[in-house]
């Protein structure tokens, strides 16, 4: 059996980076001591959600990747001999910024990264002020504890992602997450829906894909935003392995088992029924000629 175990750190952010940094390393260190062997953090989590407002002084939290930080969290992952997710603000080059998340593998090298590739501009959610879009395409990581794929936020709406790295190898999907209420809504109802939206559309990536999917979202209010928290594991049909609270920081380490998406795939073979030869017009933007 391939089993691994997977760690989540579901937190709330202060606007002290130090504290931050802090608070990830010790939930990571939580993590290890309870068996995870792959840790995933939230998006973003050395900062509060800067995107909350377009103001140019926020460009000054971006950092380079690989750079200081990658190597801080490297130098912990040999040390803990894990696999550490780390979602981190990008800068690339002055005036240009990304939405980023470096893979650091048990023996603290840096694997690489993948660029968020879905920018949203919404309110409270003014990503394209501050992200250029990836350009690196999908990426699945091929670390000691498994082919990891990583998609950020925004990209747990797009199905197309989900499948490119899924094609691509991946055993688990991870999105690192910051999404959450706006505190203005009236209608709880409104807020319930949203929520299930969203846990619903990742975990018809779970069954499509035949993959386990991970999503790690932070806690706490922050301006106008109450995120939700709510983070969860997926199995490959779907099913809810763990879910958080919606107001709690978490730390759960959920055992997987990898040999399971030869079952799922076989019993339910989506993938060897895909019509591939009929699919060129989802490459357009609306079918309307």
Known sequence: MRNVKVGLVQMSCTADINHNVEKAIAKTREAAAQGAQIVCLQELFKSLYFCDVEDHANFSLGEAIPGPTTEQFGALAKELGIVIIASLFEKRAPGLYHNTTAVLDADGSYLGKYRKMHIPDD????????????????????????????LICWDQWYPEAARITSL?????????????????????????????????????????????VVSVNRVGREADQQFWG??????????????????????????????????????????RDRRIDSYQPITKRLIDE
């Open 230 to 271: 709510g983070s969860f594991v997926s199995n490959p049909f779907g099913s809810l392995m763990y879910l958080a609270s919606h107001d709690q920081e978490e730390v759960k380490v959920v055992e997987l088992d990898l040999d399971k998406t030869e079952y799922y795939r076989t019993t339910w073979p989506y993938l």
């Open 123 to 150: 309110p409270g959610y003014y990503e394209k002020f501050y992200f250029t879009p990836g350009d690196l395409g999908y990426k699945v990581f091929d670390t000691k504890f498994g082919k990891l794929g990583i």
């Open 168 to 212: 691509m190898g991946a055993e688990i999907l991870f999105y690192p997450t910051a999404i959450g209420w706006d505190t203005n809504e009236p209608d709880p109802a409104v807020n319930l829906e949203q929520y299930n939206a969203w846990q619903t559309i990742q975990r018809s990536h779970s069954v499509a894909n035949g993959v386990y």
